[in-house]
């Protein structure tokens, strides 16, 4: 058991040190920060104009805007489009560990990459506005004024804003919970959309997980819009980039939208059931059948 862990344990290294040198990967970092920023920025000048400081809590509001949600999966599914795939240099890795080792090291890789990846927005929140923000245990002045005057703001100041706050979330949830949920949430649909990837290539031998992930993001665009009016409110529970978000979930009491539990529940146990799933194939299979077919 002990040799097992250790050889996951490399696996997991070897895997984190070619992911966080490949060129692919620092190119998304890059782009997930440079689009962080984008969203964030507008927090300093609305500042300057009200003369209030803000409390720290933009990072709830990062998938708040019709564009950072679907910047944030396309990213996710780039970043992750390689996850599990079989090459020579895995091959070699193969012969010296055991399967199952191997694919737990592939899962720890994955937590451990997936955190980073959630890391990128969540610390620049603090990075970018941090001249204009001051510790406040709520909401603060500046974030109820922007909910309630947000297109009067832009206006006067004449700026565009890439996040919205929404005043019925601000009544109801507190900001230190919301920040933690948003953590979490975020990291679980990032798990999620690399296991996807990584599963669907072993139990398929080819990359129909980057479909399926793309799909799912389609949904879950239909779901802000367009989509509701031909299909209803269950596109709200099949739209797995929005439950990354506490702020599109239902607190309210409106049964049209999804639960925090219902959340958890579909990306915990989508989690397991793939990775269970990609065990009992891996184990069994050939490993050339998940090799560098596409």
Partial sequence: MNTMLKNSWSIAKV???RWITSGKTVFCLVVLFF???????SLNDIVAFLGEKASPW??????SSMMLPLVYAGICILIYSDAML?????ELELIRTRRGAFLLGQLLFILMSSLVVVLIPFI???LIVAPSICWDTEWGIVFHTIAESSDLIRERIGIEQYFTIFPQYLETMKPIVSMLLSLLLLWLYTIFTACMIGGFRILTGRSSGVAI???LVIISYLSRDLGLLAFGDILHFLAPLYWASPIYLNWYGMENLPTL???LVMFIGSIILLAVMSMIRFMKGDIH???TNG
């Fill in 15 to 17: 895997t984190w040190t």
């Fill in 35 to 41: 689009f962080s920023c984008v969203t964030y920025v």
């Fill in 58 to 63: 933009i990072f709830v509001w990062f998938l």
């Fill in 86 to 90: 079989i090459d020579r240099f895995v």
């Fill in 124 to 126: 620049s929140s603090f």
């Fill in 213 to 215: 992930a793309g799909f």
């Fill in 261 to 263: 539990t219902y959340v």
């Fill in 289 to 291: 059948d998940q090799s």
